[in-house]
């Protein structure tokens, strides 16, 4: 059984930082791309990164291009959103999953960005 738990969300301030993490069981993590998503409060899941398996290739929406990094240590089966220069527009839950759809995904945490 896939599962997925992330921890590391929190109240954060316009221009601060947060490191997101997801801790991953019950499959083979390094045989998979992983993913983060988001949905902001009353939205729809929104793709927010992805990485390949061996951590070659990394993706982004435009939206946080530049402000966050994704990465994944496959020893440890676990994987991170390095959220910088926060916004207040990324306020959301943020779910590791292990589609970009959203499928397969934690029970999420919840990052708010406000002053």
């Known amino acids: 059984e896939v599962q997925l738990v992330e921890s590391g969300g929190g109240l954060v301030q316009p221009g601060g930082s947060l490191r997101l993490s997801c801790e991953a069981s019950?499959?083979?993590?390094?045989?998979?791309?992983m993913s983060w998503v988001r949905q902001a409060p009353g939205k729809g899941l929104e793709w927010v990164s992805s990485?390949?398996?061996?951590?070659?290739?990394?993706y982004y929406t435009d939206s946080v291009k530049g402000r966050f990094t994704i990465s994944r240590d496959n020893a440890k089966k676990m994987l991170y959103l390095q959220m910088n220069n926060l916004k207040t527009e990324d306020t959301a839950v943020y779910y590791c999953?292990?589609?970009?759809?959203?499928?397969?995904r934690g029970q999420g945490t919840q990052v708010t960005v406000s002053s």
């Open positions: 019950g499959f083979i993590f390094s045989f998979y791309e």
């Open positions: 999953a292990l589609y970009r759809d959203g499928n397969s």
């Open positions: 990485i390949s398996s061996r951590a070659w290739d990394t």
